[in-house]
């Protein structure tokens, strides 16, 4: 029997233009004269252009561009990982500061390989971007860091803005479309991070086009709110090649619009749901008012300066 997906073809709503800017070239240039590796990048993400240019935020992946796990939804090279550069925080803090940018995500290829799953780097890679960039809030998304609650607190005494860790599927699919990681494995996590710090908010994401049903989101969705997770993201999954699992099916606009309902009368505090939505989508709007004040006060402290150095204004923060 044929494989009946094997040439889905994708909606018009999932065919995006490329712009090729000069200031997203100017971007590119700069991540690689830093070497640095960006997810935007890796995954292939199709807002790349949007958050880059227009939003003034980006993902920063950390610990090099090859991960120990082979999950079969990403394109992220696996295989034996390089020896951990502790100047790569410098550089993430200097490229940001370069950039300009309000909000920063900074996850990880999973490393498997090192005792804390590389807790400690993101910790520190956190403290040089904001040593640099006050008034940038941060977020971090790492890997599950095998269930280690050691590793998390070294992580969250770095203090982000928010915490996302992905459960990217639901309980039936977890095994099928993770490598390692596990779906109670994360949920623990997630909650773990609100008994270590209850006002840092939480968030997760959740790809559909799998082979899922609507009722196993639904309970996805009461799974990551009983485990108080605060913010969720709903995407599409795209098959970034042939070796790659199969898009089972296309979910159209109105029903990404209706999980974003059903999400946020359930109780989640914000809900980004649809077609092209991936987990750092529109991630600046969800920091806590906690961390908008922070960055509020930063703004107010450099109004009398000759120079600024991010290059969005304190009127256009309060606007937002």
């Known amino acids: ?15 995006i233009k490329i712009n090729t800017s000069e200031s997203y070239k100017e971007l590119k240039k700069l991540m690689r004269e830093k070497q640095l590796n960006t997810v935007c990048e890796e995954a292939r ?13 980006a993902t920063f992946m950390i610990l090099g561009d090859t991960c120990t796990r082979g999950c079969r939804f990403c394109a992220v090279k696996t295989g034996i990982p390089s020896e951990v550069d502790w100047k790569e925080p410098m550089r993430v803090a200097e490229s940001v500061r370069i950039m300009g940018l309000k909000h920063v995500v900074i996850t990880a290829v999973a490393r498997d390989d090192l005792k804390d799953g590389g807790a400690a780097v993101f910790a520190e ?31 969250m005494e770095a203090e982000p803005d928010i915490f996302n860790h992905n459960i990217e599927t639901v309980r039936r699919l977890t095994k099928r479309v993770r490598a390692i990681a596990t779906y109670d494995r994360s949920l623990k ?110 703004l107010k402290g450099l109004e009398h300066k000759e120079k600024h150095p991010i290059d969005f204004s304190l009127k256009d923060l309060l606007a937002e």
Not at 9 to 15: F, I, M, Q, T, V
Not at 217 to 233: F, G, K, Q, R, S
Not at 254 to 259: M, N, R, S, T, Y
């Open 125 to 155: 890679t956190i403290r040089q971007v904001r040593k640099l960039n006050p008034g940038t809030t941060i977020e971090v998304l790492p890997s599950d860091m095998k269930g280690d609650y050691d590793s998390l607190r070294t992580l």
């Open 189 to 298: 996590l997630l909650k773990r991070v609100k008994e270590i710090s209850p006002h840092t908010p939480t968030k997760s994401s959740i790809m559909v086009g799998l082979g899922e049903t609507k009722e196993e989101i639904l309970e996805a969705m009461d799974d990551l709110l009983a485990h108080d997770v605060d913010i969720l993201t709903i995407g599409q999954y795209l098959q970034p090649t042939k070796k790659h699992l199969e898009v089972v099916r296309y979910y159209h606009p109105d029903e990404f619009k209706e999980l974003k309902e059903i999400a946020l009368e359930k109780g989640f505090k914000h809900c980004e749901s649809g077609p092209l939505v991936r987990s750092s989508y529109h991630a600046d709007e969800q920091v806590s008012k906690t961390a908008m004040q922070r960055r509020i006060e930063y």
């Open 1 to 15: 029997m044929a494989k009946q997906n094997s040439y889905l073809r994708k909606p018009e709503w999932l065919k």
């Open 45 to 57: 993400c199709p807002n790349l252009h949007e958050c880059w240019s227009e939003r003034k935020t």
